[in-house]
C-alpha cells in the first residue's frame, strides 16, 4: 500500500523522499499549480541539515546556500550583546544553512520528481476530505480526484485542511500583535559574509543574514533581512491577510537611525528587491495529531513564532522521524502513535518557548535594563545569563552539539 500525503512543501518532500529511501511507495498532492520559488530566507539548523545530508543533498544544497559562521545579537543602538560561531565553526559535524525558501523548496521537489518520478507528485490537488476503512484511506481533493493508501499524512501548512476537519473550531492562526515586514536585497557583505544578526528588542527588532552561494563567491551579499514591530493588542490591522506586499512607509520611519557601523539598516530595506508583510502567528499545542490513519506534519501540527531558526527545521525533523516509525511499524496507526508520541510533546516545548521569544529574550533584558545604552555588556547582563539562554534553547529545539554529534542515524 502506499502512503498519501497531502502537502508539497518543506515537510512533506522530505517525508516522501524519506520514505522512497526505505523503501515504502508514496503519493504527493500539492495544491498549487504550479510550483515557483517563492519566498525569501530561512535558516536549517545543523540537525536539520544531518537530515537532508542523509537524504544525499550536500552538495547540492552546498552550492546554493550560505554556510552561516555566526550568530550575533545587537542592541538597537549596534552594540553588541552576544556572539557565537554556528554549524562547522561551533563544532557540529554538519553546517548550519542559510538558504532562500524557495530555491530549497525546489531542490526538493526536482529531486523528488526524479527518485519518485512525475506520476507520483500531483499538482493542483488540494485535499477536501477523507473517508477510511480498517485497512485503507481515502482522500478526496476540490478537483473532484480521489486516491487510496494506507494512510494520509497532513503536511499542508498552518491552514491543514486536515487539521480543520479534526479541530473545526479551532480557529484561524492566533496573532501576537507583531508584524514581520521581509525582504531580499543584494548589498556588500556585512561583518564575516557569512553572519546572521539580530537587533533590537522584543517590540522593535532586525533580522539580516546572507542566503546565496553564488553571491557570496562573486563578493556579493544577497541578504535576506526581517524588520519586527510589536503593536498593542487594540492595534487594527488586517489579520486575516496572512503573506501580502509589504509597504515600506508603514515600517521604514521606525527604523530610519539604525544605521550602524557594520550595516546600513534603512539602506537595506530600500534596496529590496521585493517586501513582503506577515503576521507573528502560530497555534496552540494540540494533544493529539493522530486520527485513525492520518497525523500531522510540520506546520500543520505544530505551527512556531519564527524565533530560533526552527520552524523548517522542526518539519524536516519530523519527515524523519515518521520515516523511521513507518519503516519499523509498517504502513500502520501504530506507527503514526509512535512517531507523535515522540515529537508532540518536544515540537510543543517549542512553541512555547518561543512565545517567550526563545534565545532572543536577551535582547528585551538589554533593552529593558539598559534603553538608553552601554558601553560594556557585562554591566548590564552576567556571562551565566547569556549563555543559559543560548544552551537551554539548543536543548529544547534538539540541536545540542554534542548529542547531535555522538547519536546514531536517525534512519539506519
Known amino acids: 500500500m502506499t502512503v498519501l500525503i497531502a502537502g508539497g512543501g518543506i515537510a512533506g518532500l522530505t517525508l516522501a523522499l524519506s520514505l522512497h529511501q526505505v523503501g515504502i511507495p508514496v503519493e504527493v498532492f500539492e495544491c498549487?499549480?504550479?510550483?515557483?520559488?517563492?519566498?525569501?530566507?530561512?535558516?536549517?539548523?545543523?540537525?536539520?541539515?544531518?537530515?537532508?545530508?542523509?537524504?544525499?543533498?550536500?552538495?547540492?544544497?552546498?552550492a546554493l546556500a550560505i554556510p552561516t559562521k555566526e550568530l550575533a545579537y545587537y542592541s538597537r543602538h549596534g552594540s553588541p550583546i552576544w556572539h557565537e560561531p554556528r554549524g562547522r565553526e561551533a563544532g557540529y559535524h554538519w553546517p548550519q544553512f542559510s538558504i532562500h525558501r524557495g530555491e530549497l523548496q525546489m531542490l526538493l521537489l526536482q529531486t523528488a520528481r526524479t527518485r519518485l518520478g512525475d506520476p507520483h507528485i500531483h499538482q493542483a490537488h488540494h485535499l477536501t476530505d477523507y473517508e477510511e476503512t480498517p485497512t485503507t484511506i481515502r482522500a478526496h481533493f476540490k478537483n473532484t480526484a480521489t486516491a487510496e493508501g494506507a494512510l494520509l499524512i497532513g503536511a499542508d501548512g498552518i491552514h491543514s485542511a486536515l487539521r480543520a476537519k479534526h479541530h473545526p473550531n479551532e480557529g484561524p492562526p492566533i496573532w501576537n500583535g507583531a508584524i514581520l515586514w521581509r525582504g531580499v536585497t543584494e548589498s556588500a557583505p556585512f561583518l564575516s559574509g557569512r553572519s546572521m544578526i539580530m537587533a533590537g528588542h522584543e517590540f522593535q527588532k532586525f533580522v539580516a543574514y546572507p542566503i546565496s552561494r553564488p553571491a557570496y563567491d562573486a563578493g556579493r551579499s544577497l541578504t535576506n533581512w526581517i524588520a519586527e514591530?510589536?503593536?498593542?493588542?487594540?492595534?487594527?490591522?488586517?489579520?486575516?491577510?496572512?503573506?501580502?506586499?509589504?509597504?515600506?512607509a508603514d515600517f521604514l520611519p521606525h527604523f530610519a537611525d539604525w544605521i550602524f557601523d557594520w550595516l546600513n539598516i534603512p539602506e537595506l530595506i530600500q534596496g529590496a528587491k521585493y517586501i513582503y508583510e506577515f503576521p507573528m502567528v502560530d497555534r496552540d499545542p494540540l494533544q493529539t495529531w493522530t486520527h485513525g490513519r492520518t497525523t500531522l506534519l510540520g506546520d500543520a501540527a505544530h505551527p512556531?513564532?519564527?524565533?530560533?531558526?526552527?520552524?523548517?527545521?522542526?518539519s524536516i525533523i519530523d519527515a524523519r522521524i515518521?520515516?523511521?516509525?513507518?519503516?519499523?511499524?509498517?504502513q500502520t496507526p501504530a506507527a503514526l502513535h509512535s512517531f507523535e508520541a515522540e515529537r508532540n510533546?518536544?515540537?510543543?516545548?517549542?512553541?512555547?518557548?518561543?512565545?517567550?521569544?526563545?534565545?532572543?529574550?536577551?535582547?528585551?533584558?538589554?533593552?529593558?535594563?539598559?534603553?538608553?545604552?552601554?558601553?560594556?555588556?557585562?554591566d548590564i547582563l552576567t556571562p551565566e545569563e547569556l549563555e543559559n539562554a543560548a544552551t537551554t534553547y539548543k536543548h529544547i529545539a534538539g540541536f545540542d552539539k554534542d548529542i547531535l554529534n555522538n547519536r546514531p542515524p536517525l534512519i539506519a
Not at 304 to 314: T, V, W
Not at 356 to 370: D, F, I
Request: aromatic share 4%; with cysteine.
Open 304 to 314: 512556531m513564532y519564527p524565533i530560533g531558526s526552527n520552524g523548517a527545521s522542526q
Open 345 to 378: 510533546p518536544i515540537t510543543a516545548r517549542i512553541v512555547l518557548a518561543n512565545r517567550q521569544n526563545g534565545p532572543e529574550k536577551v535582547m528585551q533584558m538589554v533593552q529593558t535594563r539598559a534603553p538608553n545604552g552601554y558601553t560594556d555588556i557585562s
Open 32 to 62: 498549487v499549480q504550479t510550483p515557483r520559488p517563492l519566498g525569501v530566507g530561512i535558516n536549517l539548523l545543523p540537525h536539520a541539515v544531518r537530515e537532508l545530508c542523509e537524504l544525499g543533498l550536500e552538495t547540492q544544497l552546498a
Open 322 to 330: 515518521l520515516a523511521r516509525e513507518l519503516q519499523t511499524h509498517g
Open 229 to 248: 514591530l510589536k503593536f498593542p493588542p487594540d492595534h487594527t490591522w488586517n489579520r486575516e491577510d496572512w503573506n501580502r506586499p509589504g509597504n515600506p
